[in-house]
């Protein structure tokens, strides 16, 4: 797979409840930030498992001009997303098959981005055989879930720390950033330092966030208002594609490119970027 950036972790069914309204829809990292990367003129591969029963969902990726590669698994990782304004509570009801080391080998792209949703959605060692790619960014989000039937709660897996040790740029929200500190035991700076993180970027919802560089300088941002919010479902998604595209690809300067996606993010957040028809699937 030949590609500027590579985009790696599941691809979802998702279904969507906010208020008295549930939609059908394809999502994830795959998904969400792949399209992010490829309408921002990157160059952009991912790399997932999706199961033969959901073509429409390779189309969706391949007509955006995608370089998709995806493995056989008997089910497409399917979540249910309760929205209510900020807040989101989830429920995953399956899991494809966990992306593999021997996966993971077909990638030639100098930048690779890691977006699992659950902590055995990359096999935790074949982690290590991103040792040698260029630049690693990675969203913890999947491993900060701890699944208990088919409720997703908060938890830091033991596997974060195979991802932190390849990883460049991490991105968390604030309480992602907030459970592993507590996990750890350790500050921030301190877990960027033992792990040679290059920035951490934790984003805070409407109230924006900052990024904390391994130099030690923080960067805070704004929140861009939004003036209706249509689906907040993968917004830290295209945030966080939206940051790196203009910040690694554009050369544009920390601040500038977390404002650039903070804009980004709210027509994401009213429906104005992906919109919610595009990634419409049938309730089957």
């Known amino acids: 797979m030949s590609a500027q950036v590579t985009v790696i972790g ?9 208020g008295e309204v549930s939609r059908h829809k394809w999502g994830g990292a795959a998904v969400y930030a792949g399209l992010t990367f490829a309408r921002l003129g990157i160059f ?4 997932t498992n999706i199961a033969n029963r959901d073509s429409a969902l390779v189309d969706l990726l391949t007509t955006a001009g995608i370089s998709l590669q995806h493995g056989n698994t008997d089910a497409t990782t399917e979540f249910v997303n309760h929205v ?6 989830q429920e ?5 098959a966990s992306i593999s ?24 060692a074949a982690l290590r055989s991103l040792q040698e790619v260029e630049r690693i960014s990675l969203d913890i989000q999947g491993y900060t879930r701890k699944i208990e039937g088919v409720d997703v709660r908060t938890g830091v897996s033991g ?17 992602e950033t907030e459970a592993v500190m507590d996990a750890y035991g350790q500050e921030l700076g301190a ?3 033992e792990y040679g993180i290059e920035q951490w970027l934790t984003t805070d919802g409407a109230n924006g966030g900052w990024l904390l560089c391994r130099s030690g300088s923080r960067h805070d941002f704004r ?15 295209v945030f966080f594609a939206a940051y790196l595209t203009h910040h690694l690809y554009e050369e544009a300067d920390i601040g500038e490119a977390l404002q650039q996606a903070a804009a980004l993010t709210a027509r994401q957040v009213e429906g104005r970027f992906i919109a919610a028809e595009e990634l419409s699937r049938a309730k089957d």
């Open 92 to 96: 995953l009801l399956s899991c494809a």
């Open 44 to 47: 952009t591969g991912v790399l």
């Open 101 to 124: 080391e021997a996966q993971l080998g077909q990638i030639t792209a100098g930048h690779v981005h890691l977006g699992p949703l659950h902590p055995l959605d990359i096999e935790p």
């Open 84 to 89: 209510s304004g900020d807040e989101r509570r």
């Open 223 to 237: 929140g861009v208002a939004v003036s209706e919010i249509a689906d907040p479902t993968g917004a830290g998604d």
């Open 191 to 193: 877990l960027v330092e």
């Open 10 to 18: 599941s691809a979802t069914r998702d279904r969507v409840v906010h």
């Open 159 to 175: 596997h974060l720390r195979h991802a932190l040790e390849v990883a460049d740029i991490v991105k968390a929200s604030r309480e």
